[in-house]
């Protein structure tokens, strides 16, 4: 494969849609090459190449989007071009590092199969079939329809102004929170799905429950460490696994890791214990009852930080959650249990990673307290090298002027869940039950942005029965992955590094404001996503007005008798203004909220090297060629809560709703497989980021596809070589991919990566690539927060 990408080739594109119907722009295909005119409206020549020269350069701060750490960089700029991405060396939290996927950010943005133009659906949902539309058409389409869908004028109009009638899914980013103002706050859905419910929202929810927050693992000073299911070494989150690493294997971190396969997390580890899938919390449970048998917990700090301390002692020692009764549901010998447990509180500086992966098990939530409780009977919390809590720079809040709609309805996702999130609910309960026709009421429109459920979310077959039940689907997207060729109205984001982002604040021990500037102008017609969510508001602000004016009796009854100017007056003082949010540009947002809480030489310093923190010109200093010091050791936050810490370990109130109020273990909770069966597992790897970077060539050419793990013993059984074709079948859907013989995975388990086997044909390097685990895993749930499960999936195995 050809990995840099000329510039003639890039405005050309490469893969075409069917061409059909007209436009008073042009008829087109969402990937349409540009002729020469084209290319110098973008303002680059086609001559040009992205190969990097020595000739001058503009160095742009700007903070990378590929994954969800934010790691700080510079933009080398030349001639227009983004030539070159290099890291930052004043972000203390990236540390002047990227990783692979980081620096091959850069093909983002000169991907050929990216959003080029706004597009409008005109054949079936799901053929691919698009015209390109002007940005104004596209907004028009999206309030009054087309003959091929319905506006969301007449949905609402239909639905009595009942605005849950939307749902919305959001995918991670600075500007998440602007699409979440705009379709929850000021259009006024309440029906909220993004990535956290299949992610890490009980992991979160485990944490902040039980020690009030997930915390940051000072892994640089840890001197003990259980790492489990996290795949550190492959799931790269730099600069921290960088830490972790290079302590490992003598040097002064002992690690254990947990994983039911031999991973390169576990390749650097002094021991790894096979554990058999969802049985973690058994593992954690015996280890607490040897330090509570053995009384190895830090006295002091129960008694002054850990509520409910003496119940939990004896929850555990009367269930006799044993090591010998562990070791038959783990698969790890009880001795071993036994010592990790010595070992952990005799250690300086021991922590027991939280984890940041998707729900195991429907154990999950109970799992992450008795993990967090675990470290708290060691002490190891709010201090140097354990647990930290870290605090942020504060900016100045904003105040949103939200509406108040009487005819909008309740959120439904309730169904099976005991502690539904405020914000954001569950694909999986939300989905099933508009599928199912259990909402109270009809869910007929969906807008989306940077989120593609087609892959992430369990049972794809479903998420594509949900989309097509539609009756308008909105999607704000780089790229036209799996989700968005299901989409009524394409709007073409510009990249990360065609934007200038919202400021944010990161937290941790060495807090610090951080600021991404467009490294250049947005490439073809994209638009930066606040001024998408603008112009969309601009659009939809007063024919939905006239709506809620017709249907909304307390409007009525407050705007009786008004004139024409006080109605207006009205109208925005009452937030039904939907586009207030974004009358000033990001940029100058940005220096209003920098200059007033910090100062003028706060903002000049953001300005020029992207990063802000209190006495930075000071603290700041270059230790050797890639090492830098941030804050002084004395001046980072290692403390914060103090006396006033508190773990709570017995939540009597979640009795009341049917969830144990302390972890405990249920014997339907254990690890089986029935016989000619394999346990599903899946994970990602150091070079992907979900699917969200699996159509970029560069990291295409450091792993072509995916495999699956099998165990070589059975594929000796089986007639099953390397690179063999087999069928993968689940109750739910079945998949082909290659096989990989391993002695690295059970016998009666099977491993996947995330994020392959794209089903939409215009992302040429995606296409077909491999096998996408979200056709087969089964849309089970985690009952306290809804989240999805996904290592409880039992699938056949068979030779193609």
């Not at 073809?524 to 006239?546: D, Q």
Request: net charge neutral.
């Amino acid at each position: 494969m050809q990995v840099e990408i000329s510039r003639r080739k890039f405005l050309q594109g490469s893969v075409a849609l069917s061409i059909v119907g007209g436009s008073s722009v042009g008829v087109t295909n969402l990937l349409a090459g540009h002729d020469e005119h084209k290319s110098a409206q973008s303002g680059i020549p086609s001559t040009i190449t992205t190969k990097t020269s020595t000739k001058k350069a503009e160095n742009v701060p700007y903070l990378c989007g590929i994954c969800v750490n934010k790691c700080a960089g510079f933009a080398r700029v030349e001639d227009g071009i983004v030539t070159k991405l290099n890291p930052n060396p004043y972000f203390p939290k990236s540390r002047n590092m990227l990783c692979a996927r980081g620096n091959a950010g850069i093909q983002t943005m000169y991907d050929p199969d990216r959003l080029k133009y706004p597009m409008i659906r005109i054949g079936e949902r799901g053929d691919g079939k698009y015209k390109r539309v002007s940005w104004e058409e596209a907004y028009d389409a999206i309030l009054n329809g087309t003959d091929k869908f319905k506006g969301i004028k007449q949905i609402l109009d239909e639905e009595k102004d009942n605005r849950a009638t939307i749902g919305y899914c959001n995918g991670e980013g600075l500007s998440k929170e602007g699409f979440e103002v705009l379709v929850g706050e000021k259009i006024g859905s309440p029906n909220y799905v993004d990535e956290i419910s299949i992610c890490l929202e009980t992991t979160l929810g485990g944490y902040v429950n039980t020690i009030g927050t997930y915390g940051e693992a000072d892994l640089n000073n840890a001197d003990y460490l259980i790492i489990a299911g996290a795949n550190r070494a492959e799931a790269i989150i730099t600069p921290d696994t960088m830490d972790l690493f290079k302590r490992t294997k003598g040097r002064g971190l002992k690690t254990i890791v947990l994983d039911p396969r031999f991973t390169n997390t576990a390749a650097k580890a002094d021991r790894w214990y096979a554990v058999n899938p969802g049985t973690d919390l058994a593992f954690v449970l015996a280890l607490t009852y040897v330090v509570m048998t053995e009384e190895l917990y830090d006295k002091d700090f129960a008694s002054k930080h850990m509520d409910g301390f003496e119940d939990y002692k004896k929850h555990i020692i009367s269930h006799n959650y044993t090591p010998e009764w562990a070791a038959q549901l783990t698969n790890i010998p009880a001795k071993e249990i036994v010592k990790t447990a010595r070992e952990f509180m005799a250690a300086r500086s021991p922590i027991y990673y939280q984890g940041r992966r998707s729900v195991f098990s429907k154990n999950d939530f109970q799992l992450r307290r008795a993990m967090a409780i675990f470290q708290g009977l060691s002490g190891n919390l709010d201090k140097k090298g354990g647990i930290v809590y870290g605090q942020k720079l504060a900016l100045p809040k904003e105040d949103i002027n939200s509406p108040m709609y009487a005819q909008v309805k309740s959120r439904f996702d309730k169904e099976g869940i005991a502690i539904p999130s405020l914000k954001t609910g569950s694909w999986i309960v939300f989905r099933n039950m508009v599928l199912e026709g259990k909402a109270p009421y009809p869910v007929r429109a969906m807008f989306m942005r940077k989120h593609n459920p087609m892959s992430g979310v369990p049972n794809t077959k479903k998420t594509e029965a949900f989309l097509r039940k539609m009756d308008l689907n909105v999607m704000i997207d780089i790229l036209p992955s799996d989700t968005t060729m299901f989409a009524d109205v394409v709007l073409p984001e510009a990249s990360y590094l065609e934007r200038t982002s919202p400021v944010a604040s990161y937290g941790a021990t060495e807090p610090a404001i951080v600021q991404r500037k467009a490294a250049v102008k947005p490439l073809f017609e994209t638009k930066v996503p606040e001024e998408i969510y603008r112009e969309l508001a601009e659009k939809l602000s007063k024919p939905l007005w006239e709506i809620t004016q017709k249907y909304d009796e307390d409007v009525q009854d407050d705007t009786k008798g008004m004139s024409a100017e006080e109605i207006e007056k009205y109208y925005k003082e009452n937030g039904f203004d939907l586009a207030e949010p974004w009358e000033k540009p990001v940029h100058e947002q940005n220096e209003e909220k920098i200059v007033k809480a910090f100062g003028k030489e706060a903002w000049e310093a953001l300005e020029e090297k992207g990063v802000f923190y209190p006495n930075m010109d000071k603290y700041h200093q270059q230790l050797n060629p890639n090492e830098f010091q941030y804050y002084p050791e004395s001046k980072k936050n290692y403390r914060v809560k103090g006396d006033s810490l508190k773990v709570v370990v017995n939540f009597k109130n979640l009795a009341k709703k049917g969830v144990d109020p302390m972890p405990t273990w249920h014997d339907d909770m254990a690890f089986s497989v029935p016989k000619g069966k394999f346990r599903l597992v899946t994970g990602r790897h150091a070079q992907f980021t979900q699917s969200g970077t699996t159509n970029n060539i560069m990291l295409r050419d450091l792993i072509p596809t995916n495999y699956i793990w099998i165990n070589n013993q059975k594929c000796e059984e089986m007639g099953i070589e390397f690179g063999d074709k087999v069928e993968v079948k689940s109750s739910i859907g079945k998949v082909t991919i290659m096989a990989y013989p391993t002695n690295k995975i059970a016998p009666n388990q099977i491993f996947m990566l995330h994020g392959f086997g794209g089903s939409s044909e215009e992302m040429e390097i995606a296409y077909g690539n491999g096998a996408n685990d979200a056709l087969l895993i089964e849309d089970k749930i985690e009952p306290v927060y809804g989240g999805a499960v996904m290592h409880e999936t039992n699938v056949e195995i068979r030779k193609v």
